[in-house]
Nanobody, 125 residues
Framework: QVQLEESGGGLVQAGGSLRLSCAASGRTFSASAMAWFRQAPGKEREFAAA????????AYADFVKGRFTISRDNAKNTLSLQMNTLKPEDTAVYYC??????????????????WGQGTQVTVSS
């Protein structure tokens, strides 16, 4: 079982940066592939970034490549998303997600068993 809690969202101007964090509880964090998804008003939840259990492999949605960086610290049970050059279209609730034990990372939301409550990111133009 993994419990997740996001933080770091807020209001930022276009071109600015934010760093999201996800604190995980439970002994299986280092054995779980992790990801960030986002959901804008009136839209479906979409994949943003994913990372393997040891952090060696990452994947990004095309719309965040070169701007966002996903990372993890298994010693601190923490997942992060550094977001640079933010655009108004990045406005959404951002969710941290974890797959099951000994899992490979995935870009599909239904593959993730555990979810945080989300943190709001608002980018003004």
């Amino acid at each position: 079982q993994v419990q997740l809690e996001e933080s770091g969202g807020g209001l930022v101007q276009a071109g600015g940066s934010l760093r999201l964090s996800c604190a995980a509880s439970g002994r299986t964090f280092s054995a779980s592939a992790m990801a960030w998804f986002r959901q804008a008003p009136g839209k479906e939840r979409e994949f943003a970034a994913a990372i393997s259990r040891n952090g060696a492999h990452t994947a990004y949605a095309d719309f965040v490549k070169g701007r966002f960086t996903i990372s993890r610290d298994n010693a601190k049970n923490t997942l992060s998303l550094q977001m640079n050059t933010l655009k108004p279209e990045d406005t959404a609730v951002y969710y941290c997600a974890a797959r099951g034990y000994n899992s490979m990372f995935s870009t599909t939301s239904r593959d993730y068993a555990y979810w945080g409550q989300g943190t709001q990111v608002t980018v003004s133009s």
